[in-house]
Protein backbone atom coordinates (compact mmCIF):
# COMPACT_ATOMS: atom_id res chain seq x y z
CA UNK A 1 0.00 0.00 0.00
CA UNK A 2 1.30 3.05 -0.90
CA UNK A 3 0.91 5.85 1.54
CA UNK A 4 0.70 9.11 -0.72
CA UNK A 5 -2.44 8.24 -2.38
CA UNK A 6 -4.30 6.59 0.74
CA UNK A 7 -3.46 10.24 2.33
CA UNK A 8 -4.62 12.12 -0.56
CA UNK A 9 -7.73 9.84 0.06
CA UNK A 10 -8.30 10.37 3.69
CA UNK A 11 -7.34 14.10 3.77
CA UNK A 12 -10.58 14.33 0.37
CA UNK A 13 -12.75 12.75 3.10
CA UNK A 14 -11.55 14.98 6.09
CA UNK A 15 -12.35 18.27 3.78
CA UNK A 16 -15.72 17.43 3.09
CA UNK A 17 -15.59 16.78 7.41
CA UNK A 18 -14.70 20.58 7.07
CA UNK A 19 -17.15 21.23 4.61
CA UNK A 20 -19.74 20.38 6.71
CA UNK A 21 -18.53 22.20 9.76
CA UNK A 22 -18.45 25.47 7.82
CA UNK A 23 -22.26 25.08 6.12
CA UNK A 24 -23.49 24.54 9.63
CA UNK A 25 -21.51 27.29 11.39
CA UNK A 26 -23.40 29.38 8.40
CA UNK A 27 -26.46 28.00 8.88
CA UNK A 28 -26.85 26.55 5.76
CA UNK A 29 -28.16 23.54 7.16
CA UNK A 30 -30.45 23.36 10.48
CA UNK A 31 -30.15 20.43 12.99
CA UNK A 32 -33.30 18.91 12.09
CA UNK A 33 -31.92 18.79 8.52
CA UNK A 34 -28.50 17.31 9.85
CA UNK A 35 -31.18 14.62 12.29
CA UNK A 36 -32.94 14.04 8.85
CA UNK A 37 -29.23 13.06 6.97
CA UNK A 38 -28.66 11.09 10.00
CA UNK A 39 -31.60 8.66 9.40
CA UNK A 40 -31.43 8.82 5.89
CA UNK A 41 -28.01 7.68 5.95
CA UNK A 42 -28.51 5.21 8.85
CA UNK A 43 -31.92 3.64 7.19
CA UNK A 44 -31.18 3.96 3.44
CA UNK A 45 -28.03 4.85 1.77
CA UNK A 46 -25.29 2.54 4.04
CA UNK A 47 -27.88 -0.37 3.71
CA UNK A 48 -27.33 -0.06 -0.03
CA UNK A 49 -23.63 0.46 -0.02
CA UNK A 50 -23.36 -2.71 2.66
CA UNK A 51 -25.51 -4.92 0.45
CA UNK A 52 -23.86 -4.10 -2.85
CA UNK A 53 -20.15 -4.52 -1.26
CA UNK A 54 -21.11 -7.77 -0.39
CA UNK A 55 -22.42 -8.90 -3.59
CA UNK A 56 -19.40 -10.42 -4.65
CA UNK A 57 -19.29 -14.39 -5.97
CA UNK A 58 -18.94 -16.52 -3.88
CA UNK A 59 -14.84 -17.87 -2.89
CA UNK A 60 -13.38 -19.72 -0.07
CA UNK A 61 -10.67 -17.08 0.24
CA UNK A 62 -13.42 -14.80 0.83
CA UNK A 63 -15.21 -16.88 3.34
CA UNK A 64 -12.01 -17.54 5.34
CA UNK A 65 -10.86 -13.92 5.55
CA UNK A 66 -14.63 -12.72 6.73
CA UNK A 67 -13.75 -15.39 9.10
CA UNK A 68 -10.76 -13.84 10.32
CA UNK A 69 -12.10 -10.61 10.49
CA UNK A 70 -14.41 -11.53 12.70
CA UNK A 71 -12.44 -13.34 15.18
CA UNK A 72 -9.67 -10.78 15.55
CA UNK A 73 -12.48 -8.03 15.55
CA UNK A 74 -14.01 -9.77 18.56
CA UNK A 75 -9.90 -9.73 19.97
CA UNK A 76 -10.15 -6.25 19.64
CA UNK A 77 -13.30 -5.39 21.58
CA UNK A 78 -11.77 -7.56 24.24
CA UNK A 79 -9.03 -5.18 24.73
CA UNK A 80 -10.70 -1.98 24.40
CA UNK A 81 -13.38 -3.15 27.09
CA UNK A 82 -10.19 -4.03 29.12
CA UNK A 83 -8.98 -0.69 28.91
CA UNK A 84 -12.06 1.13 29.51
CA UNK A 85 -12.44 -1.14 32.74
CA UNK A 86 -8.86 -0.36 33.65
CA UNK A 87 -9.38 3.55 32.63
CA UNK A 88 -12.57 3.66 35.31
CA UNK A 89 -10.95 1.86 37.99
CA UNK A 90 -7.84 4.39 38.05
CA UNK A 91 -10.02 7.37 37.98
CA UNK A 92 -12.35 6.12 40.33
CA UNK A 93 -15.27 6.95 37.72
CA UNK A 94 -19.23 7.07 39.19
CA UNK A 95 -22.01 5.95 37.26
CA UNK A 96 -23.44 7.48 34.52
CA UNK A 97 -19.82 9.23 33.53
CA UNK A 98 -18.70 5.57 34.11
CA UNK A 99 -20.95 4.06 31.48
CA UNK A 100 -20.35 6.89 29.32
CA UNK A 101 -16.31 7.03 29.43
CA UNK A 102 -16.62 2.88 28.36
CA UNK A 103 -18.65 3.29 25.43
CA UNK A 104 -16.74 5.65 24.14
CA UNK A 105 -13.60 3.85 24.59
CA UNK A 106 -15.52 0.64 23.70
CA UNK A 107 -17.21 1.71 20.34
CA UNK A 108 -15.37 3.19 17.31
CA UNK A 109 -17.19 4.80 14.81
CA UNK A 110 -16.86 2.06 12.04
CA UNK A 111 -20.12 3.42 10.14
CA UNK A 112 -19.74 7.35 9.52
CA UNK A 113 -16.21 7.41 9.29
CA UNK A 114 -14.87 3.44 9.40
CA UNK A 115 -16.70 2.62 5.93
CA UNK A 116 -15.99 5.79 3.93
CA UNK A 117 -12.01 5.69 5.14
CA UNK A 118 -11.87 1.72 4.12
CA UNK A 119 -13.90 2.63 0.74
CA UNK A 120 -10.86 5.41 -0.20
CA UNK A 121 -8.30 2.63 0.76
CA UNK A 122 -9.48 -0.68 -0.37
CA UNK A 123 -12.47 0.25 -2.51
CA UNK A 124 -16.09 -2.39 -2.05
CA UNK A 125 -13.50 -4.86 -0.72
CA UNK A 126 -13.07 -2.89 2.44
CA UNK A 127 -17.04 -2.52 3.20
CA UNK A 128 -17.15 -6.12 3.05
CA UNK A 129 -14.73 -6.83 5.42
CA UNK A 130 -15.93 -3.39 7.25
CA UNK A 131 -19.26 -5.27 6.98
CA UNK A 132 -18.17 -8.28 8.72
CA UNK A 133 -16.71 -6.29 11.64
CA UNK A 134 -19.98 -4.76 11.98
CA UNK A 135 -21.58 -7.60 13.05
CA UNK A 136 -19.60 -7.52 16.13
CA UNK A 137 -20.35 -3.61 16.83
CA UNK A 138 -23.58 -4.39 16.47
CA UNK A 139 -23.99 -7.37 18.64
CA UNK A 140 -21.87 -6.12 21.46
CA UNK A 141 -23.10 -2.46 21.14
CA UNK A 142 -26.79 -3.84 21.74
CA UNK A 143 -25.89 -5.65 24.45
CA UNK A 144 -22.96 -4.46 26.59
CA UNK A 145 -23.26 -0.88 25.13
CA UNK A 146 -26.78 -0.75 26.12
CA UNK A 147 -25.91 -2.28 29.68
CA UNK A 148 -23.25 0.55 30.01
CA UNK A 149 -25.43 3.07 29.80
CA UNK A 150 -27.86 1.69 31.68
CA UNK A 151 -26.30 0.59 34.90
CA UNK A 152 -27.65 3.83 36.27
CA UNK A 153 -31.15 3.15 35.78
CA UNK A 154 -33.80 0.52 36.30
CA UNK A 155 -34.77 0.52 32.85
CA UNK A 156 -38.08 -1.52 31.89
CA UNK A 157 -38.17 -4.14 29.30
CA UNK A 158 -34.76 -3.07 28.41
CA UNK A 159 -34.42 -7.11 26.78
CA UNK A 160 -37.56 -5.86 24.35
CA UNK A 161 -36.12 -2.63 22.88
CA UNK A 162 -32.83 -4.04 22.92
CA UNK A 163 -34.14 -6.85 20.34
CA UNK A 164 -36.27 -4.69 18.46
CA UNK A 165 -33.56 -1.94 18.34
CA UNK A 166 -30.50 -4.34 17.18
CA UNK A 167 -32.85 -5.84 14.44
CA UNK A 168 -32.16 -2.44 12.76
CA UNK A 169 -31.78 -1.64 8.75
CA UNK A 170 -28.16 -1.79 9.17
CA UNK A 171 -28.05 -5.41 10.71
CA UNK A 172 -30.74 -6.27 8.40
CA UNK A 173 -28.55 -5.29 5.45
CA UNK A 174 -25.73 -7.23 6.11
CA UNK A 175 -27.59 -10.74 6.69
CA UNK A 176 -29.22 -9.24 3.05
CA UNK A 177 -25.51 -9.10 2.00
CA UNK A 178 -24.65 -12.50 2.97
CA UNK A 179 -27.12 -14.23 1.31
CA UNK A 180 -26.14 -11.99 -1.82
CA UNK A 181 -22.79 -13.56 -1.39
CA UNK A 182 -23.50 -17.25 -0.81
CA UNK A 183 -26.21 -17.05 -3.93
CA UNK A 184 -25.41 -19.00 -6.67
CA UNK A 185 -25.89 -16.23 -9.20
CA UNK A 186 -25.20 -12.91 -9.47
CA UNK A 187 -27.72 -9.80 -8.00
CA UNK A 188 -29.89 -8.59 -11.35
CA UNK A 189 -28.39 -5.09 -12.71
CA UNK A 190 -32.03 -3.69 -12.35
CA UNK A 191 -31.96 -4.43 -8.20
CA UNK A 192 -28.14 -4.06 -8.61
CA UNK A 193 -27.60 -0.44 -9.78
CA UNK A 194 -29.75 1.25 -7.68
CA UNK A 195 -28.82 0.06 -4.61
CA UNK A 196 -25.20 0.98 -6.05
CA UNK A 197 -26.05 4.38 -6.61
CA UNK A 198 -27.73 5.10 -3.35
CA UNK A 199 -24.54 3.40 -1.94
CA UNK A 200 -22.33 5.86 -3.46
CA UNK A 201 -24.11 8.66 -1.78
CA UNK A 202 -23.14 7.49 2.07
CA UNK A 203 -19.48 8.15 1.71
CA UNK A 204 -20.16 12.64 0.84
CA UNK A 205 -22.85 12.37 3.43
CA UNK A 206 -21.26 10.53 6.24
CA UNK A 207 -18.62 13.18 6.14
CA UNK A 208 -20.89 16.50 5.89
CA UNK A 209 -23.27 14.97 8.78
CA UNK A 210 -20.14 14.44 11.38
CA UNK A 211 -18.60 17.81 10.15
CA UNK A 212 -22.34 19.90 11.05
CA UNK A 213 -22.60 17.80 14.46
CA UNK A 214 -19.08 18.93 15.60
CA UNK A 215 -19.96 22.64 14.88
CA UNK A 216 -22.75 22.39 17.56
CA UNK A 217 -20.33 21.04 20.56
CA UNK A 218 -18.39 23.64 21.85
CA UNK A 219 -14.49 23.05 22.26
CA UNK A 220 -13.85 25.37 25.14
CA UNK A 221 -15.97 22.94 27.28
CA UNK A 222 -13.85 19.44 26.36
CA UNK A 223 -10.68 21.30 26.65
CA UNK A 224 -11.70 21.25 30.49
CA UNK A 225 -12.04 17.70 31.10
CA UNK A 226 -8.43 16.01 31.27
CA UNK A 227 -10.09 12.39 31.41
CA UNK A 228 -11.05 12.70 27.54
CA UNK A 229 -7.42 13.30 26.52
CA UNK A 230 -6.91 9.96 28.18
CA UNK A 231 -10.35 8.50 26.17
CA UNK A 232 -8.81 9.93 22.97
CA UNK A 233 -5.35 8.74 23.23
CA UNK A 234 -6.93 5.04 23.71
CA UNK A 235 -9.32 5.04 21.23
CA UNK A 236 -7.17 7.08 18.86
CA UNK A 237 -3.64 5.60 19.39
CA UNK A 238 -3.45 2.42 21.59
CA UNK A 239 -6.28 0.42 20.21
CA UNK A 240 -4.88 0.67 16.27
CA UNK A 241 -1.02 0.15 17.48
CA UNK A 242 -1.64 -2.47 19.73
CA UNK A 243 -3.25 -4.05 16.69
CA UNK A 244 -1.22 -3.05 14.49
CA UNK A 245 1.78 -5.08 16.62
CA UNK A 246 -0.20 -7.54 17.11
CA UNK A 247 -1.57 -8.55 13.60
CA UNK A 248 2.04 -7.76 11.92
CA UNK A 249 2.94 -10.85 14.02
CA UNK A 250 0.79 -13.31 12.07
CA UNK A 251 0.61 -14.28 8.16
CA UNK A 252 -2.62 -12.79 6.90
CA UNK A 253 -3.49 -10.76 4.13
CA UNK A 254 -2.41 -7.32 3.36
CA UNK A 255 -6.15 -6.04 3.80
CA UNK A 256 -7.43 -8.06 6.42
CA UNK A 257 -4.70 -5.97 8.92
CA UNK A 258 -5.24 -2.94 7.27
CA UNK A 259 -9.29 -3.05 7.70
CA UNK A 260 -8.32 -4.16 10.94
CA UNK A 261 -6.49 -1.35 12.29
CA UNK A 262 -8.23 1.33 10.33
CA UNK A 263 -11.32 0.64 11.96
CA UNK A 264 -10.21 0.04 15.64
CA UNK A 265 -8.77 3.30 14.92
CA UNK A 266 -11.56 5.23 14.65
CA UNK A 267 -13.32 7.91 16.72
CA UNK A 268 -15.59 7.41 19.42
CA UNK A 269 -19.02 6.17 17.73
CA UNK A 270 -21.66 8.60 17.58
CA UNK A 271 -24.02 6.11 18.66
CA UNK A 272 -22.44 7.11 22.12
CA UNK A 273 -24.58 10.83 22.11
CA UNK A 274 -27.55 9.09 20.79
CA UNK A 275 -27.57 6.25 22.81
CA UNK A 276 -27.02 8.32 25.86
CA UNK A 277 -29.75 10.51 25.63
CA UNK A 278 -31.94 7.49 24.63
CA UNK A 279 -31.52 5.93 27.70
CA UNK A 280 -31.13 9.14 29.81
CA UNK A 281 -27.67 9.04 30.57
CA UNK A 282 -25.07 12.13 30.52
CA UNK A 283 -25.40 12.97 26.98
CA UNK A 284 -23.10 15.92 27.39
CA UNK A 285 -20.23 14.55 27.78
CA UNK A 286 -21.20 11.89 25.37
CA UNK A 287 -21.40 14.77 22.49
CA UNK A 288 -18.24 15.56 23.91
CA UNK A 289 -16.26 12.60 23.64
CA UNK A 290 -17.43 12.07 20.15
CA UNK A 291 -16.19 15.54 19.44
CA UNK A 292 -12.45 15.29 20.29
CA UNK A 293 -12.08 11.91 19.12
CA UNK A 294 -13.57 13.03 15.90
CA UNK A 295 -11.58 16.21 15.88
CA UNK A 296 -8.15 14.75 16.57
CA UNK A 297 -8.93 11.45 13.91
CA UNK A 298 -7.73 14.20 11.28
CA UNK A 299 -4.04 14.02 13.03
CA UNK A 300 -4.29 10.21 13.54
CA UNK A 301 -5.72 8.25 10.92
CA UNK A 302 -2.73 9.70 8.50
CA UNK A 303 -0.37 8.57 11.26
CA UNK A 304 -2.07 5.00 11.55
CA UNK A 305 -2.19 4.71 7.65
CA UNK A 306 1.47 6.08 7.72
CA UNK A 307 2.25 3.13 10.39
CA UNK A 308 0.08 0.56 7.76
CA UNK A 309 2.64 1.22 4.89
CA UNK A 310 5.67 0.91 6.86
CA UNK A 311 5.11 -2.67 8.37
Known amino acids: MSFLPVLTQTMILFMLILIGFAIKKKNVVTDQMLKDLSGLIMNITLPALIMTSMSYK ?46 LIVFPNTAFMGFPILNAIYGETGIFYGAVYNILFNIIMWTLGVKYLTAHSKLKDRKESMLKDF ?11 ILFFLAPFEIPEIINSPLKLLGDTTTPLAMLVSGGMLANIKGTEVLKNKKLYIVTVLRLLTMPILMLFLLSMLPMPEIIRGALVVLSGMPSAMNTAIFATKYNSNSKLASQGVFITTLLNMISAPLIIYLLTKI
Open 58 to 103: FSMDMFNNAVMIFGYGAISYAFAIIFAFVFNKIFKTEEPEKGVYSF
Open 167 to 177: LNPGMVSIFIG
